[in-house]
């Protein structure tokens, strides 16, 4: 079993929409979550961090965060064509190192 | 912006010679990644420092891959011999742990090793 898992994609929305992406962890002493978005040629940026179990809302942006599932979401409420990249689940785990999912390609279509 | 610079941009070398890469993460910062990106592995964790200090290097081919961080402003990544294998993104990426501020990236060094 992976540590940090993602449903794979490719993930495409309709411009406007809802997109939903998932992620799922092993390590039950993690305590810290980041959702990281990633263009194609470039390097993963930081949008989203949670640490609390429920909801934060930055924006357009929902991370949601259930330790005793060991889940982890990012919601991106009317999604735009700019919003098409990969987006990488990251963990900090029990060693304090963070660990990546293999990442989710969206793609808004216009 | 405060930003994790990583030098150089890209790297083109033959099988067999040395590569060293480096990075210069935001000042302040006590927490150093480096990670390997492929299409087929993503992102892969190499090594990390804490305070300058090693705290894991197992994802690291120990026999040919070194990273060192001889002060607070430079961390190093060096492949020595290098293989073809290793042509990847190398990414850079520090952070301050304790605050949970998360990582911020360097731009990468595109390494192809022909």
């Known amino acids: 079993q992976k540590e940090v898992e993602q449903n794979s994609g490719p993930l495409s929305v309709p411009e406007g929409a809802i997109a939903s992406l998932n992620c799922t962890y092993s390590?039950?002493?993690?305590?810290?979550f980041f959702w990281y978005r990633q263009y194609s040629g470039k390097s993963p940026e930081l949008i989203m961090s949670i640490y609390s179990n429920g909801d934060k809302e930055d924006g357009r942006f929902t991370a949601q965060l259930n330790k005793a599932s060991q889940y982890v979401s990012l919601l991106i409420r009317d999604s735009q064509p700019s919003d098409s990249a990969t987006y990488l689940c990251a963990v900090d785990g029990s060693a304090r190192q963070l660990t990546f999912g293999s990442g989710t390609q969206l793609t808004v279509l216009p | 912006d405060a930003r994790v610079t990583q030098t150089p941009r890209h790297k083109v070398t033959e099988m067999g010679q040395e590569v060293t890469m480096r990075c210069q993460p935001i000042l302040g910062h006590n927490t150093v990644f480096w990670y390997r990106q492929t299409m087929m592995q993503g992102l892969e964790l190499l090594a990390y420092?804490?305070?300058?200090?090693?705290?894991?290097d197992s994802g690291m081919p120990k026999d040919r891959f070194s990273a060192e961080m001889p002060d607070a402003t430079l961390a190093t990544l060096k492949i020595q011999p290098s293989e073809p294998r290793d042509s990847a993104v190398y990414f850079c990426a520090s952070g301050f742990w304790g605050i949970n501020y998360g990582y911020t990236f360097g731009s990468g060094t595109r390494l192809t090793v022909v």
């Open positions: 420092f804490r305070n300058r200090a090693p705290l894991d």
């Open positions: 390590d039950r002493v993690s305590q810290s």
